[in-house]
Every structure is written in structure tokens, then in C-alpha cells.
């Protein structure tokens, strides 16, 4: 028996979920991969994927935030025969009526990831770079499976300020004039 385990979960009707999670899946046709975030809250169940976002009420118990793969739970969901579903989210597992999968990452302890990311759905390195300037913690970036963008996205714009500079350096523009004047543009 596992002692001192996080345990939240949410019961809702199949048929809310379902509609919701192929309205999800109709935005991002193109991106199988789309990473799906659900968050557990009193009495409500938040389903986020870059560009969407929605609220369902549902009988909740305890708060959680866990991530995984749109298309994989979309298809499950589609196989149970129950007209409620019951997911249960205790540590890096999800369980429904005895399925149990291994979901991409939660948290428990704190608060300091339940807040989702807003992005647009085309999403470019512009957004991916105002993520902190906008308050988004390492973590919250990290759980939203972000941080890889975010870094590439830091690279080229790194790569690009100096790819200007050697255009432009025989003008007298310095790689700081370059960088002042793209932080400023593009408000970083």
C-alpha cells in the first residue's frame, strides 16, 4: 500500500468530455502531437491546448494539474462504455475504471503551475519569448512542455541580432544597438 500518495480526481459526463475534446482536436488537425493540460479545481475541470481553452463543470475532489497527449486521451475516452467518467490523477499516473496510463507530468504540492499559458494556435518565437516577460514561472514554461521552444526560440533570435549585426555593422551599429533596438521593437 503506497502511503502519503497525491490523489485528485473528476467525474463527468462522457458525452461533455467527448464533445469537447474532439472541438480541441479540430483546432490543431495538423499537430497530432498536441500536448493537452488538464487542470482540476473546485467543482471544475480546465482543458488547455495552445490557442484553446475550456472550462467544464464536474464533481472535482482535491486540485491537480496534469498533462497528456490530445489524440491519445481523446481515443480513450471514445472507448469507455460508462455515461460518467471517473479520472483518477495521483503521482505521473491517470486511472479510468482500471486503465491505467502514465501521463506526461503533474503537480500537487503548489499552486505555482495552475495557471495555463495563452497562446494563439500559430504561436510564433515572438510569443514563444514574451512567455516570461509576461510572469510565466520556469516551471509553469516547463510543465506546458514549452522549454525547449522557449530556448530554441532565444537561439535564433540570438543567431538573427548577429546575422544583422554583419549586415549592418558597416552602418556603425554595434550588436547592442541591434539588440536594443529588436528588445524595444518587439518589447522584450
Same mark, same amino acid.
Given at each position: 500500500?503506497?502511503?502519503?500518495? &497525491?490523489?485528485?480526481?473528476?467525474?463527468?459526463? @462522457?458525452?461533455?468530455?467527448?464533445? @469537447?475534446?474532439?472541438?480541441?482536436?479540430?483546432?490543431?488537425?495538423?499537430?497530432?502531437?498536441?500536448?493537452?493540460?488538464?487542470?482540476?479545481?473546485?467543482?471544475?475541470?480546465?482543458?488547455?491546448?495552445?490557442?484553446?481553452?475550456?472550462?467544464?463543470?464536474?464533481?472535482?475532489?482535491?486540485?491537480?494539474?496534469?498533462?497528456?497527449?490530445?489524440?491519445?486521451?481523446?481515443?480513450?475516452? @471514445?472507448?469507455?462504455?460508462?455515461? @460518467?467518467?471517473?479520472? =483518477?490523477?495521483?503521482?505521473?499516473?491517470?486511472?479510468? +475504471?482500471?486503465?491505467?496510463?502514465?501521463?506526461?507530468?503533474?503537480?500537487?504540492?503548489?499552486?505555482? =503551475?495552475?495557471?495555463?499559458?495563452?497562446?494563439?494556435? &500559430?504561436?510564433?518565437?515572438?510569443?514563444?519569448?514574451?512567455?516570461?516577460?509576461?510572469?510565466?514561472?520556469?516551471?509553469?514554461?516547463?510543465?506546458? +512542455?514549452? &522549454?525547449?521552444?522557449?530556448?530554441?526560440?532565444?537561439?535564433?533570435?540570438?543567431?538573427?541580432?548577429? +546575422? $544583422?549585426?554583419?549586415?549592418?555593422?558597416?552602418?556603425?551599429? $554595434?550588436?547592442?544597438?541591434?539588440?536594443? =533596438?529588436?528588445?524595444?521593437?518587439?518589447?522584450?
Amino acid at each position: 500500500m503506497r502511503v502519503n500518495m &497525491n490523489l485528485s480526481s473528476f467525474t463527468i459526463r @462522457k458525452s461533455v468530455l467527448l464533445k @469537447k475534446l474532439r472541438e480541441l482536436s479540430k483546432l490543431s488537425p495538423w499537430n497530432k502531437g498536441s500536448v493537452l493540460e488538464l487542470t482540476i479545481t473546485d467543482g471544475k475541470l480546465t482543458l488547455v491546448i495552445p490557442g484553446a481553452k475550456y472550462l467544464l463543470d464536474c464533481e472535482t475532489k482535491s486540485t491537480a494539474k496534469a498533462t497528456i497527449g490530445l489524440s491519445y486521451f481523446l481515443d480513450i475516452i @471514445k472507448t469507455q462504455k460508462e455515461i @460518467k467518467i471517473k479520472c =483518477i490523477i495521483t503521482d505521473n499516473t491517470l486511472e479510468i +475504471k482500471g486503465l491505467f496510463i502514465n501521463i506526461q507530468t503533474t503537480f500537487f504540492e503548489t499552486d505555482s =503551475i495552475l495557471r495555463s499559458i495563452k497562446m494563439p494556435l &500559430n504561436y510564433s518565437d515572438w510569443h514563444l519569448l514574451k512567455l516570461e516577460k509576461e510572469g510565466y514561472t520556469e516551471d509553469e514554461i516547463y510543465f506546458n +512542455k514549452l &522549454n525547449s521552444e522557449v530556448y530554441y526560440a532565444k537561439k535564433a533570435l540570438t543567431s538573427n541580432i548577429l +546575422k $544583422t549585426f554583419h549586415l549592418l555593422k558597416i552602418y556603425g551599429l $554595434t550588436k547592442k544597438d541591434i539588440k536594443e =533596438i529588436i528588445y524595444k521593437k518587439i518589447d522584450l
